[in-house]
């Protein structure tokens, strides 16, 4: 691959490197429903990453002495296959993986009545098969909609995503040659969107107060886009719940119209 400094960030007809306008998120697809053992589920892909997301509980917390009488613990594990990199990931969880699955345990705990579930634990594994920057975005993400899935009481879903910098400009939702450019900032950033509370903000990099005002406003954007996709994706499943019921009661209308002609 070539040297960051040799790429054209934006090129003459405002474009980014994968053909993005500054603004635009790469394609997202959500697909909840996916296991048939977890509670709630869901995969997505989001650009080249994938993830896949399972929930289990509320269930007792165990051993007893982690139960929390005032709550349900949020026990959140992110988790990037070896092959999920270019360089094979050691299977061990890592410094990333372990601060990752922190931060965004606690961004959903904002969002679940966790008083509603004292002394459990709600158990949220996701895996990521293939990577390209935004992991952590798109695995919560998915994992608010695998939340929704499994019917657990929240006040909103959590939607998030990153906004960066590359060579001076502000974009929504960086790829990873992005984040690799020498003045890349990194964003993530995870929204309540009903009410715009952040539930999770990090930042790599340095950014001036302007530049992050305007980085802020873009991320903002970028997560209302991603709850209209979160909310379709939960939608098409009942749809079709819907759809599959009506065909059922189309067939035993029409066994029972012959049991009758008889
Ligand atoms: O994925 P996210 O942007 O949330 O986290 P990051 O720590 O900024 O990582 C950016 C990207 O670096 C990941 O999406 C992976 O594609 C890549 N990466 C890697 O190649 N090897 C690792 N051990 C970890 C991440």
Avoid at 27 to 47: D, F, H, M, N, T
Avoid at 48 to 53: M, W
Avoid at 141 to 153: Q, R, Y
Avoid at 171 to 188: F, Y
Wanted: aromatic share 6%; with cysteine.
């Amino acid at each position: 691959m070539a040297k960051s400094e040799e790429i054209v960030y934006i090129n003459s007809e405002g474009k980014r490197v994968d053909g993005r306008k500054v603004d635009e998120l790469r394609p997202i697809k959500i697909v909840p429903s996916v296991l048939s053992r977890a509670e709630g589920s869901a995969y997505i892909e989001w650009g080249q990453n994938k993830a896949l997301v399972g929930v289990f509980g509320p269930r007792e917390a165990l051993p007893q002495h982690i139960q929390d009488p005032t709550k349900a613990l949020v026990n959140y594990v992110y988790r990037m296959a070896t092959f999920s990199v270019p360089d094979r990931k050691s299977p061990k969880p890592g410094r990333r993986e372990i601060e990752i699955s922190k931060v965004s345990g606690e961004a959903l705990e904002r969002a679940i009545f966790v008083e509603r579930f004292p002394n459990t634990t709600i158990d949220i594994y996701v895996y990521l098969f293939d990577s390209n920057a935004g992991t952590r975005c798109a695995a919560l993400t998915a994992a608010s909609v695998a939340l929704a899935d499994a019917g657990i009481p929240m006040r909103d879903l959590v939607s998030a995503c990153a906004v960066g910098r590359a060579a001076g400009t502000i974009i929504l939702d960086p790829c990873k040659a992005e984040e690799d450019a020498s003045d890349a900032v990194d964003m993530p950033l995870a929204i309540m969107p009903r009410t715009k509370e952040v539930v999770l903000l990090q930042m790599d990099g340095l950014i001036g107060k302007e530049e992050w005002k305007k980085a802020f406003e873009l991320g903002i954007k970028g997560c209302l886009q991603v709850y209209e996709i979160q909310k379709k994706a939960l939608k098409r499943k009942y749809e079709e719940i819907a759809e599959e019921e009506e065909k059922t009661i189309k067939q035993i209308d029409k066994e029972l119209k012959k049991v009758e002609k008889k």
